[in-house]
């Protein structure tokens, strides 16, 4: 089939490649967002699906929004047989929904109906749970509500921050989005519609809700610290400034601390919550770059008592 690929962060590449690779059909053109501020200079920067597709000698189509009527023409001019779409980033119009003959294929990384919207992985990673995965669909104008062509699987380990579990679905997603492009060529794929039952929603998590609260039980500020590593980042105040949490770990063992409270020994920090402690691996003090906890508790010299967001 011909198609047109919509993506634009890294996670949208492995998918990207697969198509690249696939024997069977021809990506014409790529769909990514426009270029975008990066770095201390602030320059535009071209997307990852952008620049991966101008190596391979891709059309590269940037519309500040897909409803532009320019980019409509350039697509009903290549006439794609389909979109596959990964982490794109934009609302597609019905305009731009019904020019593909087979439609845009999403890759969602979660298993639909659960974890609908912009933060499947960290929602999944800060609910604890064990089971997650990706799902191909077709997509309607309901937020990513329509009908299933496939699924993977994929555990999610005790230790897995968001950016881990994505690393692992981005690859796996990959290869279960190319063999739909390759099922829907065939007519063996039909798709499914989702079940009423278990829908949740996945919205974006906002630096907000990435504040650590120490009163919570241990397990839930791992799942916080965790869920949000990479971005937007776990973080807390020590002194007034806010202070990052890169890693940390739950230590079952230490007790007898009260929410917040620091303990720094000379290799390690533990901070209490609201049932035991958990070990500060890696931090970043603001304006800082990442530190081992142990080495930025000795240059701030903690007092006997002093908490976090006190």
Same mark, same amino acid.
């Given at each position: 089939m011909k198609l047109v690929f919509a993506g634009?962060?890294?996670v949208a590449v492995p998918a990207l490649d697969a198509l690249i690779a696939s024997e069977r059909h021809e990506v014409a053109a790529v769909l990514t967002r426009p270029d975008a501020p990066a770095g201390r200079g602030r320059r535009l920067v071209a997307s990852p699906v952008a620049q991966r597709a101008e190596e $391979? &000698?891709? $059309? =590269? *189509?940037?519309p500040a929004k897909p409803r532009? $009527?320019?980019?409509l023409a350039r697509l009903r001019e290549i006439a794609p047989d389909c979109c596959p779409v990964v982490a794109y980033g934009a609302l597609l119009p019905r305009a731009a929904l019904d020019i593909p003959v087979h439609g845009w294929v999403n890759l969602h990384f979660s298993l639909l109906p659960a974890w609908r919207g912009a933060a499947p992985v960290q929602h999944a990673v *800060? /609910? &604890?749970d064990e089971l997650t995965g990706a799902t191909t669909f077709l997509i309607e104008e309901g937020l990513d509500s329509g009908p299933v062509f496939g699924v993977v699987t994929e555990e999610v380990r005790p230790t897995d921050t968001s950016g881990d579990l994505l690393t692992? *679905? /981005?690859f796996a997603g990959a290869g279960l989005l190319a063999a739909t492009m390759d099922g829907i060529e065939d007519g063996s794929l039909k798709a499914v519609p989702q079940p009423a039952e278990g829908v949740t929603l996945a919205p974006k998590i906002? =630096? /907000?809700d990435a504040r650590i609260d120490w009163t919570a039980p241990a397990l839930r500020v791992d799942r916080v610290v965790r869920g949000c590593a990479p971005s937007p980042g776990a973080w807390t105040r020590f002194r007034g400034e806010r202070l990052k949490l890169v890693q940390a770990a739950l230590a079952p063992g230490h007790t007898g601390l009260a929410p917040g409270e620091l303990r720094a020994g000379k290799n390690s920090v533990y901070v209490g919550t609201g049932s035991h402690a958990v070990e500060l691996i890696w931090v970043q003090p603001q304006g800082k770059k990442p530190m081992k906890a142990a080495d930025w508790a000795r240059g701030v010299r903690i007092s006997p008592g002093e908490r976090l967001d006190a």
């Open positions: 634009t962060p890294e $391979e &000698g891709i $059309e =590269v *189509l940037k532009d $009527e320019d980019f *800060l /609910a &604890g692992r *679905l /981005a906002s =630096v /907000a």
